[in-house]
């Protein structure tokens, strides 16, 4: 009976190349990971120029947390810290709901109306969506040149 062996080959290097492979995997995530970071930090800055002020509680808890590695997925959170979650709901929507059921408009106080525009937008409700849409292009290129070897 023949053998079904028919066909043998060895590849040298191998380990090499998968050596060099996994480096520039690390690399590459670590350029991610740097550039989403420095996008987020930037998102926060405008954020930050566009939030409402009352007492400055709202600026101080805009941060940006470490980049996160889930699966097949890179991600950086950014926002409010949770102690202030429920206020800073309030603020970006404009509006709030009373125990009774209404819906009570916000509009911007002296504080906030004095800060003026920034990049085109005021400062009050939207203040992290409008950020976000400050540097959408920005983070479209800056993703975009990271993801190029």
């Known amino acids: 009976m023949p053998s079904r062996n028919l066909y043998s080959f060895d590849i040298e290097g191998i380990e090499s190349m998968i050596l060099t492979l996994e480096r520039i995997e690390q690399e590459t995530y670590q350029k991610i990971e740097d550039t989403l970071t420095k996008l987020a930090e930037k998102v926060i800055e405008d ?85 976000i849409k400050i540097n959408e292009q920005l983070i479209i290129r800056e993703l975009t040149e990271a993801l190029r070897f």
């Open 47 to 131: 954020a930050k120029r566009l939030a409402p002020i009352d007492s400055g509680d709202l600026e101080a808890a805009l941060n940006v947390a470490e980049v996160k590695k889930m699966l097949q997925r890179i991600y950086v959170d950014f926002g409010t810290s949770p102690e202030v979650d429920d206020y800073a709901l309030v603020q970006h929507e404009g509006f709030r709901k009373t125990k009774s059921g209404g819906v009570v408009h916000m509009s911007p106080g002296e504080k906030t109306a004095s800060k003026g525009p920034h990049k085109g937008h005021m400062p009050g409700k939207k203040f992290l969506e409008n950020a």
